[in-house]
C-alpha cells in the first residue's frame, strides 16, 4: 500500500477521496491550516509557501486539492481568491516536489474551466485551445504552476473537472430545492452542453491518477455521456418525481452571482471528451446521467 498526502481533504472531493484510500489500505495523510488532531495531520500554509521539513517523508503521492470556492459573485476580492488560493497551494507543493522529487506523484486539481464557458459545437478534448474568460485565465495560470515538479522528473497529473454530481455539495446541491418545490428546469439553453462526473468517479479518478506511471499531463475529469441541459433538467426531474419543463430565469443565477458569474458559471457550453482517461484503464462506475443521479440522491 501507498502513503498519500493530500491538501484540501476536507472538500466535498477531498473528503470522499480519503475515505475511498483508508478503505484500500492506503495511509493518508492531510495537510491542514490549523493545529493538527494527530500523527495523521501536517500544518502547513500555502499563503506563506510554509510547508515544514520532512512533510514528504515517506509519501508516494500528493495530491492538490485547495482552492477558494469558485461560487459566489465574481467581485474583485473573490476573484483574486480564487487565482492566489490556487497558486499558493500548486506552487507550495510542486516546489517542495523539486527539491526532493524521489520517484512520487502530484496529481493536482484543475477545471474544464480552461476552455472557456461556451464552446458550442466543440467536442473538447485536452488538445482543445485554451477558451476566453476569467476562469480559463485562472486554470491555465494555475497549471503552470505546477512546472516546477513537472521540470524536476515529478509524474504530474492534471485533472481538469467537469461539473461534479452529489447531492451534498455544488451545483446539483443548489438545484434541488427548485425540482422538489416542482419549478426546476433548465439553466440556460436546453440544447447547450453539460460535461459531469459522479462524487464517486471523481474520487475513483484521483486514485486511478496516483496509481498509473503511464498517466501523466492533463486528462479530461468527465463522465462519458455529457447531457445537454435540457436532458440534465429532465433526468431530476424524474429522479425527484417533479416537473422539469419549466426554464429557471435568469435573474435568479444572476442576482445570486452576478452577471460575470452567471456568463462563466451558468450560461455554459461544454461537451467535454473523456476518451483519455478511458483509455488509460480507468472504468467509470456511473457512465450515465441516470446512474449518477440515483448514487447522488441515495
Given at each position: 500500500?501507498?502513503?498519500?498526502?493530500?491538501?484540501?481533504?476536507?472538500?466535498?472531493v477531498g473528503t470522499r477521496l480519503v475515505q475511498?484510500?483508508?478503505?484500500?489500505?492506503?495511509?493518508?495523510?492531510?495537510?491542514?491550516?490549523?493545529?493538527?488532531?494527530?500523527?495523521?495531520?501536517?500544518?502547513?500554509?500555502?499563503?506563506?509557501?510554509?510547508?515544514?521539513?520532512?512533510?514528504?517523508?515517506?509519501?508516494?503521492?500528493?495530491?492538490?486539492?485547495?482552492?477558494?470556492?469558485?461560487?459566489?459573485?465574481?467581485?474583485?476580492?473573490?476573484?483574486?481568491?480564487?487565482?492566489?488560493?490556487?497558486?499558493?497551494?500548486?506552487?507550495?507543493?510542486?516546489?517542495?516536489?523539486?527539491?526532493?522529487?524521489?520517484?512520487?506523484?502530484?496529481?493536482?486539481?484543475?477545471?474544464?474551466?480552461?476552455?472557456?464557458?461556451?464552446?458550442?459545437?466543440?467536442?473538447?478534448?485536452?488538445?482543445?485551445?485554451?477558451?476566453?474568460?476569467?476562469?480559463?485565465?485562472?486554470?491555465?495560470?494555475?497549471?503552470?504552476?505546477?512546472?516546477?515538479?513537472?521540470?524536476?522528473?515529478?509524474?504530474?497529473?492534471?485533472?481538469?473537472?467537469?461539473?461534479?454530481?452529489?447531492?451534498?455539495?455544488?451545483?446539483?446541491?443548489?438545484?434541488?430545492?427548485?425540482?422538489?418545490?416542482?419549478?426546476?428546469?433548465?439553466?440556460?439553453?436546453?440544447?447547450?452542453?453539460?460535461?459531469?462526473?459522479?462524487?464517486?468517479?471523481l474520487a475513483r479518478a484521483y486514485v486511478h491518477?496516483?496509481?498509473?506511471?503511464?498517466?501523466?499531463?492533463?486528462?479530461?475529469?468527465?463522465?462519458?455521456?455529457?447531457?445537454?441541459?435540457?436532458?440534465?433538467?429532465?433526468?431530476?426531474?424524474?429522479?425527484?418525481?417533479?416537473?422539469?419543463?419549466?426554464?429557471?430565469?435568469?435573474?435568479?443565477?444572476?442576482?445570486?452571482?452576478?452577471?460575470?458569474?452567471?456568463?462563466?458559471?451558468?450560461?455554459?457550453?461544454?461537451?467535454?471528451?473523456?476518451?483519455?482517461?478511458?483509455?488509460?484503464?480507468?472504468?467509470?462506475?456511473?457512465?450515465?446521467?441516470?446512474?449518477?443521479?440515483?448514487?447522488?440522491?441515495?
Amino acid at each position: 500500500m501507498s502513503t498519500w498526502l493530500i491538501s484540501g481533504s476536507s472538500g466535498l472531493v477531498g473528503t470522499r477521496l480519503v475515505q475511498l484510500l483508508r478503505h484500500g489500505d492506503h495511509t493518508v495523510v492531510r495537510l491542514v491550516r490549523r493545529r493538527p488532531n494527530g500523527p495523521d495531520e501536517i500544518a502547513w500554509d500555502p499563503a506563506t509557501h510554509a510547508l515544514p521539513d520532512g512533510a514528504l517523508d515517506g509519501v508516494d503521492v500528493v495530491v492538490n486539492l485547495s482552492g477558494e470556492t469558485i461560487g459566489g459573485r465574481f467581485t474583485d476580492e473573490h476573484r483574486a481568491a480564487i487565482l492566489r488560493s490556487r497558486l499558493d497551494a500548486t506552487t507550495t507543493l510542486a516546489e517542495a516536489l523539486a527539491a526532493d522529487p524521489g520517484s512520487r506523484t502530484l496529481v493536482q486539481a484543475s477545471a474544464i474551466g480552461f476552455y472557456g464557458p461556451r464552446r458550442p459545437g466543440e467536442l473538447l478534448t485536452e488538445g482543445s485551445t485554451r477558451g476566453d474568460g476569467f476562469l480559463a485565465d485562472v486554470v491555465a495560470t494555475w497549471e503552470r504552476a505546477s512546472r516546477h515538479a513537472t521540470a524536476a522528473g515529478v509524474r504530474t497529473v492534471l485533472l481538469r473537472t467537469g461539473i461534479v454530481l452529489s447531492g451534498n455539495g455544488g451545483v446539483l446541491q443548489q438545484q434541488l430545492p427548485l425540482f422538489r418545490l416542482g419549478l426546476g428546469g433548465p439553466l440556460t439553453r436546453r440544447d447547450a452542453w453539460l460535461s459531469w462526473i459522479s462524487l464517486e468517479d471523481l474520487a475513483r479518478a484521483y486514485v486511478h491518477a496516483g496509481q498509473t506511471p503511464s498517466l501523466s499531463g492533463r486528462v479530461n475529469a468527465v463522465g462519458p455521456e455529457p447531457v445537454t441541459q435540457g436532458q440534465f433538467a429532465k433526468e431530476v426531474g424524474a429522479a425527484t418525481h417533479r416537473p422539469s419543463w419549466l426554464p429557471t430565469p435568469a435573474v435568479g443565477p444572476m442576482l445570486l452571482l452576478g452577471r460575470q458569474g452567471y456568463d462563466e458559471l451558468v450560461n455554459t457550453d461544454q461537451r467535454v471528451s473523456s476518451a483519455r482517461l478511458e483509455g488509460s484503464g480507468f472504468e467509470f462506475l456511473d457512465r450515465d446521467v441516470t446512474a449518477a443521479l440515483r448514487r447522488a440522491l441515495a
